[in-house]
C-alpha cells in the first residue's frame, strides 16, 4: 500500500518555470529509482526523466539542459525542476517510483498525474 502525491503542475507561460513533486508514502523498505513520465493529448506516454537510488539521471533528449530531477532519500520524494518550459511540454506528467517492500518483492507504483500546460 504505496501512495505517491504529486504536486506542483499548473499554468505558466513559454520560458517560465515549475518545480514537480512526488512524495511516496507507505511501507516502503527503499526505493530503487524514481522517475516522471509525461503524456500529451494523442501521444504516447514517455520517459521524462529518471534517477536511481545511487543519484544516476537520465533525460530525454527534449528536456535535457532544461529539466532538472534530484531526489530526497529520507522524505522518499523527488522533484522534477522545470526551466525554459515550451508549449510542447505541455501534458500530464505522472511519476513512476520502483519500491522494494521486503527482501524479495519490487513494485512499480504511479502517481495520480500532474497537468502542466505552456500557453501565453
Known amino acids: 500500500q504505496v501512495q505517491l502525491v504529486e504536486s506542483g503542475g499548473g499554468l505558466v507561460q513559454p520560458g517560465g518555470s515549475l518545480r514537480l513533486s512526488c512524495a511516496a508514502s507507505?511501507?516502503?523498505?527503499?526505493?530503487?529509482?524514481m522517475g516522471w513520465y509525461r503524456q500529451a493529448p494523442g501521444k504516447e506516454r514517455e520517459l521524462v526523466a529518471s534517477?536511481?537510488?545511487?543519484?544516476?539521471?537520465n533525460y530525454a533528449d527534449s528536456v535535457k539542459g532544461r529539466f532538472t530531477i534530484s531526489r530526497d532519500n529520507a522524505k522518499n520524494t523527488v522533484y522534477l525542476q522545470m526551466n525554459s518550459l515550451k508549449p510542447e511540454d505541455t501534458a500530464v506528467y505522472y511519476c513512476?517510483?520502483?519500491?522494494?517492500?521486503?527482501?524479495?518483492?519490487?513494485?512499480?507504483?504511479w502517481g495520480q498525474g500532474t497537468q502542466v500546460t505552456v500557453s501565453s
Open positions: 507507505g511501507s516502503i523498505f527503499s526505493i530503487n529509482a
Open positions: 513512476n517510483v520502483e519500491a522494494q517492500l521486503s527482501r524479495l518483492l519490487l513494485r512499480e507504483y
Open positions: 534517477i536511481t537510488s545511487g543519484g544516476s539521471t
